[in-house]
């Protein structure tokens, strides 16, 4: 029965075990395994290269971190039989960038940083090589290898070959220049003379020391780990200059590494501890991967390297620790905590007094007091008290919100039920007065001694303060509304004048009179119209008060209280708890982390959870300093401590910014711009993908990002969140620059780049020649369009000159027809017949209307066009001259348009006189009927809606074909063309002014006789 209830209880002790290192808070590294990327577990080797990528080999295969993410490469050794043999035990980077890898089963692999790609060298068939141990390059570019069997070799021709063979595995090799190579094995350390190819001892000293486990070189030093003890030795003397005090534990000699830090210094482990030494071998820092023992104990180191951010990372058979060596200066406390131990995570009050122990109330837990151990230089949990209600119950479901020890040694708390005193003796905190307090407030919030008088603020119920000489309990509400019923006193704080300040939900206020039975405050004003929660006040080392406020951040009073100055300019405002410490800094934690502000450069830097604070969320004026000046801040998640001085400085570095991808119209690219730096688009593929990183493993997620195309982009670019990529398509053809900007905080001036040069072929229409030759063309083109215009123009103003003359021809023709010698000798003799008959009235008409035509004849002459009512005066003026000459032989009739004003449309000049002559010149002349001739004007729209004058000229003569015969039997040789001057005339004004003027001559049939001829002018813009 005993048997099975050990199995039982070692059962549960396990799981327990497993339980409480689940429960684990915020461990100091992060884990990375297979479910990262990593090919296996198991980690043999790290190295950061000269780029910053980060190398790491596993059991099967290579991971390389780019700074997003790692890829996996396998078979870099090609086909080799059973997964152990392709394990990477050694990655080592040459002076020429390449790196080379060695397996464990003997196989040698160089990635070549020009060609991207793996190449396998082969060893000698004849004694091949077993585990690669050790590969190194010389000052010559001699790339030299060891393995397991103690075999030195070299690469030569394309194969590596055998050197040299000692008894025992080489582990260590280093170039000592003037063709000597340093190595070290289990059995010492020695000198291998290439030239002459022989080995001597490296140690002038005759120094007595047990098995070789490690070495590191750092600068001139060599550090050297052996069974029974380490030191340094100066490689130039080499003389033994210092011992360096590692402690052995039980593991074996398998799990002790020392290695090489960044800068100066080494790193030791014994598997365990991780122990970071300087260059002359003392002794900085050290720490655990873990803060559970049981977890440390079973894990193994097998490789450890700091990179140049200042991370550790081990690898070990369980995966690769990335460990933030910062998160270890701040010390972590919370309810899980194995080492660092509290009885509840949300932490409302914290105290220290002078016995150097820090006091911890909870929102819901046991009081909690922790120790300083000396020696481990921290504290620890000692003891942890309930607290006896006034109902005698004990409880632990209780919020204390102060912690004060009196002058007397005794140890106050306050919180939602009053105020409690500690009993030592019974190890508990029990009711403080609890007859004057038991029905005074519920609700304490901040505890003060002065003199012989305890000060308590409370919420909502004001300032109470308990005169212990007198036993009396007097309250006041302090705030500027004396009707106020809702006064709360967060904070009540004595600086060193003995000037007490209260904090309140009404500001901040100075006590003028201490007195408790007749208090008197002043308010100081912190804006010009406050009404701000104070909750913290704290006194720095100048006398200067620092106040912490919700939603307006942070004010200081000078140290004789006459200025105040808001410093606002922290990212939050929400301002928790204050801390000044003796160098100027200001310790402040956020409801969104923790501040150390400095007042000389008014600079802060930020610490949040991933710097290894346990909590962003800090809770109000909850925070402490031991003797020490070690500082106790307190959060909803438990509680850190640290040193402020050991906290690193978190100046940015200059961490570069890699181009870790490049496709170029969907080929991968990256190759090219290894080597080149640049890139070629052609003109039907301009289109590119960057994939980029920066190589910060620390804060990688932390950085801001921005681009700009030079070229192409007018102003930066931003990507979006979490995006680590960005595209360009159809870029014009040109050369272009690519700058990718990383910065941590978005603002600062230390920014790094990541350059590409882009250029992107023109096709042959886009190049210069091709513009130039499509220029010409368009110059020889609009050439000949302009010389062929001008021509035209020429041709066509010759033509029109040629139009002039004939029509000019064609006005004097009609002017001579008009102005016939016969009508004008005719109407001559007819005056002269008048005055011989003294007929002096006739004669004078007559030689009126001749000279009233004869000025009409003359003025129609000038103009190409005439008004219609000219035409027809003209006309009148004509037939009654022709009439009294021919002696009335024939009669006339003119009708006009009617409700048309004549005097509004325009008719070619002298175009209508020439038909009414022929009809009674030709018509009348041979007939011995009395003629008629009839002219008749009418208005008429045709098809188009167009409007067209009709002039129809038509008498009863003898017709045109009579006419005719009359003529050729009296004057044979004469041919008429007046007719046909007409028709020549009227084509011309046609083609001039665009018009259709028509002429139509018809001759009547029998028995009528005669003839009709109708005119057609139109009336356009163009005639009006």
């Not at 209260?502 to 119209?529: A, H, M, V």
């Not at 050991?646 to 496709?663: F, K, Q």
């Not at 009227?986 to 001559?1001: A, E, G, P």
Request: glycine share 6%.
């Amino acid at each position: 029965m005993k048997t099975i209830l050990s199995l039982i209880l070692f059962v549960i002790s396990i799981f327990t075990s497993v339980s409480l290192y689940a429960q684990q808070f915020s461990e100091n590294y992060d884990l990375i395994t297979t479910r990262n990327g990593l090919p296996h577990n198991i980690v043999q080797t790290i190295l950061q290269d000269s780029k910053g990528f980060l190398w790491v080999g596993t059991f099967q295969g290579l991971a390389v971190h780019n700074g997003n993410s790692f890829v996996t490469y396998k078979g870099i050794f090609g086909k080799i039989n059973g997964d152990w043999q392709n394990a990477v035990d050694v990655i080592y980077e040459g002076t020429d960038n390449n790196v080379w890898l060695g397996s464990r089963g003997g196989a040698i692999s160089c990635y070549d940083r020009k060609k991207q790609q793996f190449t396998i060298y082969c060893t000698s068939s004849s004694t091949p090589f077993r585990q690669i141990k050790c590969i190194v390059q010389d000052n010559k570019s001699r790339i030299w290898i060891s393995d397991a069997d103690g075999r030195i070799g070299i690469l030569k021709n394309g194969h590596f070959s055998i050197c040299k063979k000692v008894s025992r595995p080489v582990f260590f090799m280093h170039d000592a220049g003037a063709d000597t190579l340093l190595f070290a094995n289990d059995l010492g350390i020695y000198f291998y003379d290439v030239t002459n190819n022989i080995i001597k001892p490296f140690l002038k000293d005759n120094i007595k020391y047990t098995t070789i486990i490690s070495c590191a070189i750092s600068g001139n030093h060599l550090a050297v780990i052996t069974g029974n003890t380490s030191f340094l030795i100066d490689i130039k003397s080499r003389k033994i200059i210092n011992e360096i005090g590692v402690k052995h534990t039980a593991r074996g000699h398998v799990y002790h590494h020392i290695n090489t830090a960044i800068g100066s210094g080494f790193y030791y482990t014994d598997g365990i501890t991780i122990v970071n030494y300087t260059n002359t071998g003392i002794e900085k820092s050290s720490f655990k991967i873990s803060d559970n023992s049981q977890y440390n104990k079973s894990e193994i180191i097998n490789c450890l390297i700091e990179d140049n951010t200042g991370l550790i990372w081990a690898g070990t058979n369980s995966g690769l620790y990335k460990i933030n060596r910062g998160k270890y200066y701040f010390k972590k406390y919370s309810q899980n905590n194995t080492s660092r131990k509290l009885t509840h995570n949300y932490i409302r009050a914290i105290h220290a007094n002078k016995h150097n122990e820090i006091w911890v109330g909870t929102k819901a837990g046991y009081i909690n007091m922790l120790r300083y151990d000396a020696g481990a230089k921290e504290h620890f949990f000692h003891s942890s008290y309930p607290l006896l209600l006034p109902d005698r119950r004990l409880t632990s479901e209780y919020t204390t919100n102060a912690l004060i020890t009196l002058k007397n040694g005794s140890m106050l708390a306050a919180g939602e039920k009053g105020v409690f005193i500690l009993n030592m003796a019974k190890k508990r905190f029990e009711p403080y007065q609890k007859h004057i307090f038991s029905s005074s407030f519920n609700m304490a919030w901040s505890l003060l001694e002065d003199n012989d008088n305890i000060w308590i603020g409370t919420h909502s119920s004001g300032l109470y303060i308990y005169e212990r000489s007198s036993r009396r309990l007097f309250q006041y509400k302090i705030s500027t509304d004396k009707n106020t019923t809702n006064n709360c006193v967060w904070n009540i704080y004595k600086d060193h004048r003995n000037t007490i300040w209260i904090g309140t939900n009404d500001g901040l206020f100075e006590i003028i009179n201490t007195s408790p039975s007749e208090i008197q405050y002043r308010k100081k004003y912190l804006l010009d119209d406050d009404n701000i929660n104070v909750w913290d006040i704290k006194e720095d080392v100048h006398h200067n008060l620092w106040i912490g406020t919700t939603g307006y951040g942070v004010f200081r009073i000078s140290d004789n209280r006459q200025h105040v100055y808001h410093h606002n300019n922290l990212p939050n405002n929400m301002i928790s708890a204050i801390m000044p410490i003796a160098n100027g800094d200001v310790w402040i934690s956020t409801v969104e982390g923790l501040f150390k502000y400095s007042l000389n450069n008014n600079n802060y830097t930020l610490y949040k959870e991933n710097d290894g604070t346990i909590s962003d969320d800090y809770n109000f004026k909850c925070a402490a300093a031991d003797n020490n000046g070690e500082l106790f801040f307190g959060s909803k998640s438990g509680m850190i401590s640290f040193l402020p001085t050991s906290i690193p400085s978190r100046d940015i570095t200059s961490m570069p910014v890699a181009i870790t991808s490049l496709t170029v119209a969907g080929t991968d690219n990256l190759r090219e711009y290894n080597n080149k730096k640049c890139i070629e688009l052609k003109w039907d593929g301009n289109f590119f993908n960057a994939g980029f990183s920066i190589l910060d493993y620390k804060n990688a997620q932390n950085y801001l990002y921005r681009y700009k195309l030079i070229g192409f982009d007018k102003k930066w670019n931003n990507p979006p969140e979490r995006q680590s990529s960005i595209s360009y398509t159809n870029l014009p053809p040109g050369k272009y620059y690519l700058y990718i900007q990383a910065s941590k905080d978005g603002f600062k001036s230390n920014i790094c780049d990541a350059t590409l040069s882009v250029f992107v072929i023109p096709a042959f229409w886009q190049e210069p020649f091709f513009y130039i030759a499509i220029l010409f063309i368009l110059l020889i083109t609009i050439t000949i369009i302009v010389y062929t215009r001008i021509k035209r123009i020429i041709n066509r103003e010759k033509h029109k000159n040629e139009i002039n003359k004939k029509i000019a021809a064609l006005e004097l023709n009609a002017l001579q027809s008009q102005m016939n010698p016969h009508f004008i000798f005719n109407t001559i003799n007819s005056i002269q017949h008048y005055i011989l008959h003294n007929n002096e009235i006739a004669a004078n008409d007559y030689l009126s209307k001749f000279a009233r035509l004869m000025r009409l004849f003359l003025e129609s002459s000038k103009n190409k066009y005439i008004q219609l009512h000219a035409e027809i005066e003209m006309l009148r003026l004509y037939l009654s001259l022709e009439k009294l000459r021919f002696e009335d032989r024939f009669e006339y009739i003119i009708t006009q348009p009617q409700h048309i004003d004549t005097n509004d449309i325009l008719i070619p000049s002298m175009l209508l006189q020439p038909f009414v002559e022929n009809s009674i010149k030709h018509g009348f002349s041979e007939t011995n009927i009395k003629g008629l001739l009839k002219i008749t004007f009418s208005i008429v729209s045709n098809n188009h809606n167009e409007l067209t004058l009709v002039c129809v000229v038509d008498d009863n003569g003898i017709g045109r074909q009579q006419a005719a015969i009359i003529n050729a039997t009296r004057n044979p040789e004469h041919v008429s063309r007046g007719m046909e001057l007409i028709n020549d005339r009227v084509k011309t004004f046609n083609y001039i002014n665009d018009q259709n003027i028509t002429i139509t001559t018809l001759d009547k049939i029998a028995p009528d006789t005669g003839t009709t001829v109708t005119i057609t002018i139109p009336i356009s813009p163009k005639t009006n």
